[in-house]
């Protein structure tokens, strides 16, 4: 029994020792030749990492202009001159839509449009088909007025062939007599 005991004690000394063995065994230092050797892989990473910053940023910034140039397109096209019954003649309001649109396309200054006359389904095709072409005509002379170039535009009259409401009511004739921007 006093055997196995001695066993034991030495088994546990034995362990004992081979854990100070490990634990205490000479670790790495860090001398400053093996921290400027590891400095550059630190500083490249830091480099590479804020150049990816930087090229998601640029992303990022690069879509949301898309977006909005995309948008103030989309609104300059969406956003039709309307006209009273029978006349050709500008409205106020008309002419205050104008010149957002001026400004839009002196900001775009290769963009060329199409002005298109619109009429209501009242009177004959030949008389629209000439309403509409005086409409166009005189939204693009405005916008020459405000200094846009008339080689950028072009009219065409389309009378009563594309109305964009169907209905046989005055608020669908009003929706009607317009002049609209398509963008080539």
Same mark, same amino acid.
């Given at each position: 029994?006093? &055997?196995?005991? @001695?066993?034991?004690?030495?088994?546990?000394?034995?362990?004992?020792?081979?854990?100070? $063995?490990?634990?205490?065994?000479?670790?790495?230092?860090?001398?400053?030749?093996?921290?400027?050797?590891?400095?550059?892989?630190?500083?490249?990473?830091?480099?590479?990492?804020?150049?990816?910053?930087?090229?998601?940023?640029?992303?990022?910034?690069?879509?949301?202009?898309?977006?909005?140039?995309?948008?103030? &397109?989309?609104?300059?096209?969406?956003?039709?001159?309307?006209?009273?019954?029978?006349?050709?003649?500008?409205?106020?309001?008309?002419?205050?839509?104008?010149?957002?649109?001026?400004? @839009?396309?002196?900001?775009?200054?290769?963009?060329?449009?199409?002005?298109? /006359?619109?009429?209501?389904?009242?009177?004959?095709?030949?008389?629209?088909?000439?309403? /509409?072409? &005086?409409?166009?005509?005189?939204?693009?002379?405005?916008?020459?007025?405000?200094?846009?170039?008339?080689?950028?535009?072009?009219?065409?009259?389309?009378?009563?062939?594309?109305?964009?409401?169907? /209905?046989? $009511?005055?608020?669908?004739?009003?929706?009607?007599?317009?002049?609209?921007?398509?963008?080539?």
């Amino acid at each position: 029994m006093k &055997r196995k005991n @001695w066993l034991n004690v030495l088994l546990v000394i034995l362990v004992a020792g081979l854990f100070l $063995t490990v634990s205490c065994a000479k670790q790495g230092t860090v001398t400053s030749e093996t921290a400027v050797k590891s400095a550059p892989a630190t500083d490249d990473a830091a480099a590479k990492a804020k150049a990816e910053a930087e090229r998601l940023a640029a992303e990022k910034a690069a879509k949301e202009k898309a977006a909005k140039i995309a948008a103030a &397109r989309k609104a300059f096209e969406n956003e039709d001159i309307h006209f009273d019954y029978d006349s050709s003649e500008l409205t106020a309001a008309a002419k205050t839509l104008l010149k957002d649109k001026a400004a @839009w396309l002196n900001e775009n200054a290769t963009a060329a449009v199409t002005v298109e /006359g619109h009429c209501d389904e009242r009177g004959t095709t030949e008389y629209n088909l000439a309403l /509409g072409e &005086r409409r166009a005509t005189s939204v693009k002379a405005y916008l020459v007025d405000l200094g846009i170039a008339a080689a950028r535009m072009n009219t065409v009259s389309y009378g009563e062939e594309k109305p964009v409401d169907t /209905g046989k $009511t005055e608020l669908a004739y009003s929706m009607n007599r317009r002049a609209h921007f398509a963008i080539k």
